[in-house]
C-alpha cells in the first residue's frame, strides 16, 4: 500500500488458477502459496462484505474480467507474497525536447550494419500512392465525400465568432484528449494510412466523449485491414473507414474491435511481405477478435468483444469546414502529400502542393510569428519521426486543405463505466465464435 500511494502502480505475482474463468465482482478464492502469472496492482478499495480489496491489471486483453481488470481480496492468490517497483529516470516526450527526429525511412538513425545504404537518396525515390483515386474508391463500393445523412449535422454546428490563435485536443485547457501516435511501417512495411488516421481520429473523439476518464480505448487498426473492404496495405480511401464501421454497425449492432482482441499486424488478404505471406487477413471470426487458450491450443475467434460504433460520419474540405469540425466536436482523418513530410524532422512544413499520398489526423492549430496560422498534424510514422509523431504545416502547404477530411460521430463502445461489456474466460469458451460469418455476431 505505502509503495502504490506515494509511488505508483506495481508488479506483482499471484495465483492465475482460479482466475481462468474470472468475470467481475471480487475474487475471494482464499490463502495461497502458488504463483503462476504477473499482474500490476493499481490500487484498492473497500468492500462492505469482503473487506480490502486490490485492483489488478491483467494482460488477458480487454473481452477478459472487468475490461482486463480484477478485484482480489486482502490475503487471496498469494498476491501479498511477492511484488516489485521501479523508478522511471528518463524518457522521451516533447515536454522534454528530447525527440530523436528519425527520416521515414530511418536512414538518419540507421543501427550499424542494419540497413544497407541506398543507391538514391529517399527523396530521388518516388513515393508510391497509399490513397486511391476516386474511381479505385468507388469501384470498393465507397461513395465519393460521403456523407451518412442527407442533412449533414456538420452543417449545423454553430462557428465562434473567433476561433483561439491556438487550439488543440492534445492540450485542451490543459487535458490531453489525444490517443497514442502509432506506427503503420511495422512488423513490416504497410500502406494503412487510412485507417490509421481514421481510427485515430475516433479514437479521440471516444476519449472525448469520456471527458478523458479511464483508460483510453486503443480500436482495432487490424480488424479493418481484414474486414473493411475499403482499402489494403497498399492504399485505401479516406472516406472508406468511417462508411464501413456504420455500416456494420447498423447491420449487427457491433463496431470496430478493440487492438487487446486483434492487434496490429500490418498485414492485408494480398500482402506477401514480412510475416503476411502464406497467412490468412480474411474476415474470419479469429480476424475480427481473437485469443489463445495457452501452449498447444488453437486459438479462438471471438463473438463477443470490445467493440466500438459510430451514429454518423461526413465529409468536409477547406479551412474554415476543418477548424468548425475540430473545434466543436474533435479529431478528423484528411488526406496530405507525404513527400515532403519524408525527412522532416521539426519547425513548420511550408511546400505547396496539389498532389494527395497519405492520409493523416488532424488535431488541432496554431499560431507562428513568420509562418502565421498551420495545423497540428498527428502522422503514423510512429514517434521517433518528426516532433514524437506530429507534424505542423502552414496553411495552403502540402494540400491538406483541399485533399478532404472524414469525420465520425462515436454511438457506442465497450467501457467499465458503460457496464456494457460481455465477461469471456481467459480462454475465451464462452464467447467462442461458432458460425463461419464473422459479420454476423451481435456483440454486446
Known amino acids: 500500500m505505502k509503495e502504490i500511494y506515494n509511488r505508483g502502480p506495481i508488479a506483482c505475482g499471484i495465483d492465475a488458477v482460479p482466475i481462468e474463468k474470472y468475470q467481475s465482482g471480487i475474487s475471494a478464492h482464499g490463502f495461497s502459496f502458488m504463483q503462476d502469472h504477473v499482474i500490476s496492482v493499481v490500487g484498492w478499495g473497500t468492500d462492505a462484505k469482503e473487506g480490502l480489496y486490490w485492483i489488478v491489471r491483467n494482460s488477458w486483453g480487454e473481452y477478459w474480467g472487468e475490461q482486463g481488470y480484477i478485484r482480489v481480496k486482502s490475503g487471496s492468490l498469494a498476491l501479498e507474497r511477492s511484488c516489485t517497483w521501479a523508478v522511471p529516470k528518463d524518457f522521451t516526450a516533447p515536454e522534454k525536447s528530447n525527440g530523436i527526429h528519425c527520416f521515414e525511412d530511418g536512414s538518419n538513425c540507421k543501427a550499424k550494419g542494419e540497413l544497407k545504404e541506398s543507391a538514391e537518396p529517399m527523396e530521388a525515390v518516388p513515393r508510391k500512392s497509399e490513397v486511391l483515386s476516386r474511381e479505385e474508391t468507388e469501384a470498393l463500393g465507397v461513395v465519393w465525400r460521403g456523407n451518412s445523412s442527407d442533412q449533414s449535422s456538420h452543417l449545423t454546428l454553430e462557428a465562434p465568432q473567433s476561433y483561439p490563435n491556438d487550439f488543440t485536443w492534445c492540450n485542451k485547457d490543459g487535458v490531453n484528449y489525444c490517443s497514442a501516435s502509432l506506427n503503420q511501417h511495422i512488423p513490416q512495411y504497410c500502406g494503412s494510412c487510412w485507417a490509421h488516421g481514421s481510427v485515430s481520429a475516433l479514437q479521440d473523439r471516444i476519449k472525448i466523449a469520456r471527458k478523458n476518464q479511464g483508460i483510453d480505448i486503443q480500436l482495432s487498426v487490424q480488424h479493418m485491414l481484414n474486414c473493411g473492404g475499403v482499402g489494403s496495405c497498399h492504399g485505401g480511401t479516406i472516406d472508406g473507414p468511417y462508411q464501413w464501421i456504420k455500416s456494420i454497425s447498423d447491420k449487427t449492432g457491433s463496431g470496430i474491435s478493440y487492438t487487446t482482441?486483434?492487434?496490429?499486424?500490418?498485414?492485408?488478404?494480398?500482402?506477401?511481405?514480412?510475416?503476411?505471406?502464406?497467412?490468412?487477413?480474411?474476415?474470419?471470426?479469429?480476424?475480427?477478435?481473437?485469443?489463445?487458450?495457452?501452449?498447444?491450443?488453437?486459438?479462438?475467434?471471438?463473438?463477443?468483444?470490445?467493440?466500438?460504433?459510430?451514429?454518423?460520419?461526413?465529409?468536409?474540405?477547406?479551412?474554415?469546414?476543418?477548424?468548425?469540425?475540430?473545434?466543436?466536436?474533435?479529431p478528423i482523418a484528411c488526406g496530405i502529400d507525404a513527400v515532403p513530410l519524408r525527412n522532416y524532422q521539426g519547425g513548420i512544413v511550408t511546400e505547396a502542393s496539389e498532389s494527395t499520398d497519405h492520409v493523416i489526423s488532424v488535431v488541432g492549430w496554431g499560431t507562428d510569428a513568420t509562418e502565421g496560422f498551420y495545423w497540428i498534424v498527428r502522422n503514423s510514422w510512429g514517434e521517433y519521426w518528426g516532433e514524437q509523431g506530429y507534424v505542423k504545416v502552414k496553411s495552403g502547404a502540402v494540400n491538406l486543405e483541399e485533399a478532404g477530411c472524414a469525420w465520425a460521430v462515436p454511438k457506442d463502445f465497450t467501457a467499465l463505466e458503460r457496464n456494457n461489456q460481455f465477461h469471456c474466460f481467459e480462454d475465451g469458451s464462452n464467447c467462442k465464435k461458432a458460425v463461419a460469418d464473422a459479420e454476423e455476431a451481435i456483440v454486446v
Open 261 to 330: 482482441s486483434q492487434p496490429y499486424f500490418a498485414c492485408s488478404s494480398e500482402s506477401e511481405e514480412g510475416l503476411c505471406k502464406g497467412h490468412d487477413w480474411t474476415c474470419t471470426p479469429k480476424n475480427v477478435a481473437v485469443t489463445c487458450p495457452t501452449f498447444g491450443e488453437e486459438c479462438v475467434g471471438l463473438d463477443h468483444y470490445p467493440n466500438a460504433t459510430i451514429s454518423e460520419h461526413g465529409s468536409i474540405q477547406g479551412k474554415d469546414a476543418m477548424m468548425k469540425e475540430i473545434y466543436n466536436r474533435g
